[in-house]
């Protein structure tokens, strides 16, 4: 007998769902059966492949990258949302509303280039705990979705992130943690500039949104980088909603998956009332859009890779 | 003694650096080796893998679809510069200018669903015809390159097209004529948006550009869908010299192709002057940065496949 290729996932509805779809696909012959290029999965980021709460971990890296930027910014320790970030004051932080945390994001993700950027993203996801856990956030990925993704790639899928997060953010770790390459991920971005420095050729990262990955924003997304409809969409929030409505309307076999966030003791538990990783519409419709519905607590035997 | 895998190419100075280029970063333990996986290679598609003159094919496809769409606008019989397009009147047209081109390609691009734009195109180019060669245009590739490609992708490389034509223009028969699969073409965009119809979803084409890829715009999207520098770059006007730039300045052996219309007999000859492909900078530019001068003349045995 083969060795089982999701060890981390119990017996029961959600792995035999996930399994039957990739037998069906694969087999040649079938009535389902998919050729291997058109065997495209995306899978969204936060919340799904590794953890969100308490705080999205590239929001962590904002505030850390204000910290650190802080001593060139005396203005800041008396200007908002800045000063709210250096004081550790949440509520001040809270009070500055969407316009503070597009201030505090453009701060810490624009104004160097994008060679430079992917090295200070580097340097921090080696060094950053969670506040949890006390563990690097590249250790914080769920261990069955690793198993998923790998278990997909062997059996010919190419898969993709598509996630709300900054695409320039994930891309520099994105191999080493779940094998997919840098053109692979999708993400939220700012505009670039293409600009000569001392004769050489540089991207300047410019404080401006280009795209926003997430909602409405995926299947754009989706169309536009990869030029075609996945047959298997994973996410766990309500912005994965229009993902997962766009890939399982597609002709053929179609899998949509939502990762329920129900384990309080091993991770975190929450749904229709978090502020982070919302899931309230998504799971309200799952049920009659045939989406597997994964639970944390019951599907998975662990959460994390082991240390 | 293997076959030669370049057998349209001339022996010759173009041949040689592109032969010992592929042969240097694949040659395990050697000084330029490059990992696969680092072995990105991107190509211009307009006068570098297909044909350009007397006209970009896709405006050839938006004039056509003008005259298509004519009956329901029944007021582009007296406004321009759709008047100009139903009554073959080329002066007209030009005199309407920019404004008058992006009118165009939007009334001929947009307002249908990405997947009945597909649909469209891949009717349109199984039907039109090049004016002076009188072949499908995609019969209109230049067999060289389609060599290159595949003895690049033997090789390990990934090949992308990185087009100032339309991406969605390119998608429905780059994998069938190129080899290159939708996720791996890079292009021009209009802005799409997610709508629901009769409780499907789908994705419209709005009259409204997204990204223009095009000069400083090849390495912004480079970096946006790829995440990484190529290592080989392949273009034919001043359009592909950022494109160019951008990829030979990184660090590593590098290989940056120009190729030169020099061949009035078996295609056309234009570069200084050329309203079309016009390829002065680059050019002036080629011997200092040691990228390789493609003469189609010279270099080439072939221009275009067999019929």
Do not use: C
């Not at 039957?20 to 936060?46: C, Q």
């Not at 705990?129 to 790998?150: C, D, G, N, S």
């Not at 409405?216 to 993902?243: C, E, H, T, W, Y």
């Amino acid at each position: 007998m083969a060795a089982d290729p999701l060890p981390s996932w119990n017996e029961g509805a959600a792995k035999s769902a996930i399994v039957d779809f990739v037998t069906a696909v694969t087999a040649e012959g079938g009535a389902d059966f998919v050729p291997t290029e058109a065997r495209i999965a995306t899978f969204d980021n936060d919340g799904t492949l590794w953890i969100e709460q308490p705080l999205y971990i590239q929001f962590a890296f904002a505030l850390d990258r204000v910290k650190a930027l802080a001593p060139q910014h005396p203005e800041w320790a008396t200007t908002q949302p800045f000063k709210a970030v250096l004081d550790n004051d949440l509520s001040a932080l809270l009070a500055s509303g969407q316009e503070g945390l597009v201030e505090i994001m453009m701060a810490s993700h624009a104004g160097n280039t994008t060679d430079e950027f992917a090295a200070i993203v580097t340097e921090w996801i080696g060094k950053a705990r969670h506040p949890k856990f006390k563990r690097p956030y590249t250790e914080l990925v769920y261990q069955p979705m690793l198993e998923l993704i790998a278990f997909l790639r062997v059996n010919g899928f190419k898969t993709f992130i598509v996630s709300g997060g900054g695409i320039e953010f994930m891309r520099p770790w994105s191999q080493t943690i779940y094998g997919v390459p840098p053109e692979q991920v999708i993400g939220s971005s700012i505009k670039t500039k293409f600009d000569m420095r001392n004769g050489s050729p540089v991207l300047v990262r410019l404080p401006e949104i280009d795209f926003i990955d997430d909602k409405d924003g995926k299947p754009v997304a989706i169309q536009k980088f990869i030029g075609r409809r996945p047959i298997a969409a994973f996410g766990n929030s309500d912005g994965d909603l229009q993902m997962l409505q766009w890939t399982t309307a597609g002709s053929g076999r179609r899998l949509g998956v939502i990762v329920h966030h129900d384990d309080s003791e091993r991770e975190y538990a929450y749904d229709r009332q978090s502020k982070i990783g919302q899931l309230n519409t998504a799971l309200d419709d799952a049920s009659a859009q045939k989406w597997v519905v994964v639970s944390m607590k019951s599907d998975w035997s662990r959460i994390f890779p082991e240390k």
